[in-house]
């Protein structure tokens, strides 16, 4: 059984700066051998050669063994925002010779962080759904199987696919980006090809810690889903996601992670019902929920829960990233071309009366911008980590005037994370 107290938090390290992401530091699995000392056997001299002697009687004790020591591990979730695809970001990445794209590039700077990652999520806000279905931006997004492709080759493992434009190629493009996303190794969550796999449970282990993963969405642009497929897309419903989050419960995972498209689009702030619902779900259980569709970077809060008010009875502290903003797309201007990885180290101690103690070790912050550099009439992108592109001030193509100005939002989008910790 787990401990009474669910996701503890050890030590907070987040100031008004973006620290940099560190890779996790595996703990032991192995608890030491027991120091059991046994006596070799009393071997029988020969007849002929014996001699008369005082009979030895070999000892049977044997040394107490060292008591069991927990176990502990540690692994890191790291989560991005919105994923998106305008048509100008595609031109400068086609290679007529082979018709086909290469979108590596635009995440050549943040991927030595993301690898660092045990669980990587980002918010997949584009169907995948094929060349034949027309590749389109805004309002009716539809991005080339590529993009899938690249997002792997950064270091993304798992994709929310609930969001307001999961039905812009309707139930086809569903089950098209479903395929095309298993199909490049990433995870999809939050959308469904029948009824039976939308009631499978998401675990992803990684260094004995079990992760449970969710994904919800307020609507879906107004475009229907059809009622002989609700499965195909998870709605927002305060009393199925706490249904989802028992059953991943019970099936003793350690930490439970909710992705919700919610909130009001470019607002920095978010409103009551993002609160009020991020609240009654770390009360069900929710430890950490991932917030996206705002477009912006909205603050990050703990919430505190009473043990009387939680319930399994146990006091508890869940964490919730508002809005990640975007992390990659056209859009730009008020903050909508500043995104964050937003890291969240956990630690599990295993004792050996059979307890298991979770703990929240640190958040870890990464503000990034995409940079669009103009070149032979295309625009070229790449997310750029601010903090350390500061640090280190090497990145080709970037001037003087960038530099200045990833300092300025930098320093205001530090402030901004932190609005809503107490004073």
């Known amino acids: 059984m787990k401990r009474p107290t669910s996701l503890l938090i050890m030590g907070l390290c987040v100031g008004l700066l973006a620290l940099t992401l560190t890779a996790c530091l595996n703990g032991s699995n192995d608890s030491p051998p027991s120091a059991t000392s046994i006596p070799d056997e009393t071997r029988s001299p020969d007849a002929s050669t014996q001699t008369p002697a005082p009979t030895e009687t070999a000892s049977s004790e044997v040394t107490p063994s060292a008591p069991d020591e927990p176990e502990r591990s540690e692994a890191t979730l790291l ?19 082979n018709d086909s794209y290469d979108l590596t590039g635009w995440f050549t700077q943040v991927k030595p962080i993301l690898e660092k990652g045990d669980w990587v999520i980002g918010n997949l806000e584009t169907p995948i759904a094929g060349r034949d279905l027309k590749y389109t931006g805004y309002p009716r997004f539809n991005a080339p199987h590529e993009l899938a492709d690249a997002l792997v080759s950064a270091g993304v493992q798992l994709v929310s696919t609930a969001n307001n434009h999961s039905m812009d190629r309707a139930f086809p493009g569903v089950e098209r980006t479903l395929a095309n996303v298993r199909k490049a190794g990433l995870v999809p969550i939050g959308t469904s090809s029948s009824a ?142 500043v995104g964050l990885i937003f890291g969240v180290r956990l630690a599990k101690t295993s004792y050996p009366d059979g307890t298991v103690s979770i703990e929240r070790e640190a958040i870890t912050l990464e503000p990034t911008w995409v940079h669009i550099l103009w070149k032979n009439q295309k625009r070229h992108y790449t997310i750029i980590p601010m903090k350390h592109a500061l640090d280190r001030r090497n990145i080709p193509g970037l001037t003087s005037n960038d530099y200045a100005k990833m300092s300025t939002l930098l320093n205001g989008i530090n402030e901004h994370l932190v609005k809503l910790q107490p004073k």
């Open 196 to 337: 039976g796999e939308q009631q499978r449970l998401i675990i992803e282990e990684r260094n004995g810690i079990r992760m449970g993963f969710l994904a919800y969405t307020y609507g879906t642009n107004g475009i229907p889903v059809p009622s002989d497929k609700a499965f195909a897309v998870n709605l927002i419903d305060r009393e199925a996601i706490k249904q989802d989050i028992r059953r991943l419960k019970q099936e003793n995972v350690d930490v439970v992670t909710v992705s919700l498209h919610f909130g009001i689009e470019y607002q920095r702030l978010p409103n009551s019902e993002q609160t009020e619902l991020s609240r009654e779900l770390v009360k069900t259980g929710a430890d950490i929920i991932l917030g996206s569709h705002p477009h912006v970077v909205q603050p990050y809060e703990e919430i505190d829960i009473a043990a009387e008010d939680s319930e399994d009875g146990s006091a508890r502290r869940g964490i919730v990233i508002y809005s990640l903003g975007n992390f990659i797309s056209n859009q730009t201007g008020n903050w909508k071309d």
């Open 79 to 97: 989560a991005v925002g919105d994923i998106m695809v305008h048509m100008p970001q595609l031109p400068a990445y086609y290679d007529r010779a």
